[in-house]
């Protein structure tokens, strides 16, 4: 694949597009200000992203993730395969992304659900290199996510808008994912 400033102009506005949403849920009063349960919370979420990057220049994955949360506390073990659609079927697809990464933040609860926004640290997998030098790669990556969800007490469904920040190829994209486990 070659890199494009087409490519660089849509991982730049989903990034800043995360930026916005991080700074909508910090603002002053949110999270701080919530009475919390003191009771810890765990589920699992999974579901279906599409995203973009230099590298992948549009593709579908799946996403899955387990969370924990005790009051505004909010950490994840987080998996993310991002595959391009581009040749699809002629050439047997196009290149794919792999992403597994710890990320820790803040969520504010409500009554139906929670809006969370966390960063973390995150190993990547490139089966294409974007460099052009190798065949596969790997990079260190800071994944940042925004996500908010409904949800009625052990089952839920949520939107995420993720990047990921690294050396290689900066990318991005969107989650559509259901929750099972004991939820906020």
């Known amino acids: 694949m070659r890199r494009g400033t087409s490519d660089r102009t849509r991982a730049s506005s989903l ?3 995360l930026l916005l949403e991080i700074a909508a849920l910090a603002a002053p009063g949110t999270a701080a200000a919530q009475e ?3 009771r810890t919370r765990i589920w699992a979420g ?3 992203a599409a995203g973009a990057s230099s590298n992948v220049e549009f593709g579908f994955g799946a996403l899955a993730q387990l969370v924990v949360q005790k009051r505004p506390h909010y950490a994840s073990i987080r998996t993310l395969i991002l595959g391009d659609i581009a040749g699809f079927p002629d050439s047997g697809g196009g290149d794919v992304i792999a992403e597994g990464g710890l990320t820790y933040g803040r969520a504010l609860t409500g009554p139906f659900g929670h809006a969370s ?3 973390g640290l995150s190993l990547i997998s490139f089966d294409a290199c974007p460099d ?13 996510v925004a996500e908010t969800a409904l949800s009625a007490r052990v089952i839920g469904i949520g939107l995420q808008v993720f990047a990921n920040i690294n050396p290689k190829a900066t990318y991005g994209g969107l ?7 004991w939820l906020p």
Not at 132 to 144: D, K, R, W
Not at 175 to 181: H, K, R, Y
């Open 175 to 181: 989650a559509v994912f259901f929750q099972l486990g």
């Open 46 to 48: 999974g579901g279906l």
């Open 132 to 144: 052009g030098q190798s065949e596969a790669c790997y990079s260190i990556g800071m994944p940042l």
């Open 36 to 38: 919390l349960p003191d």
């Open 117 to 119: 926004m966390s960063a």
């Open 15 to 17: 990034v800043a597009a």
